[in-house]
């Protein structure tokens, strides 16, 4: 929704292997939420070098994923100028990517009484900085 509403193309990352899309270029990375080792592809054809990059994702953990496809969009010779996430954890306080936003910070998760704290970000509260 997001390319849509920029009227923009959408590149969509994968995990692993592209299978049939041809030729493609991949990336190692560090998952946040697991510890283990993950890669990440897309077509050789997905990314001109040169591109300007939004990364939209649902959940920000410790920010794997996002240094993920901020190394893969470096192999593109494209950069990455913003990072968008509905949902970031709050702890880690340190995340693997330096600028993002978020809407929403999972403050925790009570499971004996099945409720999950959430708190507006900084950043939509307008105590971002700058």
């Not at 041809?22 to 890669?39: D, E, K, L, W």
């Not at 009484?113 to 959430?118: E, K, Y």
């Amino acid at each position: 929704m997001t390319a849509r509403a920029f009227n923009v193309p959408l590149v969509t990352a994968r995990r692993g292997g592209m299978g049939t899309e041809g030729p493609s270029v991949g990336v190692n990375y560090v998952s946040g939420s697991s510890r283990t080792m993950q890669s990440m592809t897309l077509p050789l054809r997905a990314v001109p070098p040169g591109a300007r990059a939004l990364f939209i994702d649902d959940f920000l953990r410790g920010g794997g994923t996002a240094r993920g496809v901020h190394d893969l969009m470096r192999e593109f010779q494209a950069e990455i100028v913003g990072i968008g996430v509905l949902l970031e954890a709050a702890e880690p306080k340190e995340k693997l990517v330096d600028r993002h936003v978020s809407l929403l910070v999972l403050e925790g998760i009570d499971e004996a009484r099945g409720a999950v704290h959430l708190a507006p970000s900084r950043w939509a509260l307008g105590n971002a900085p700058r």
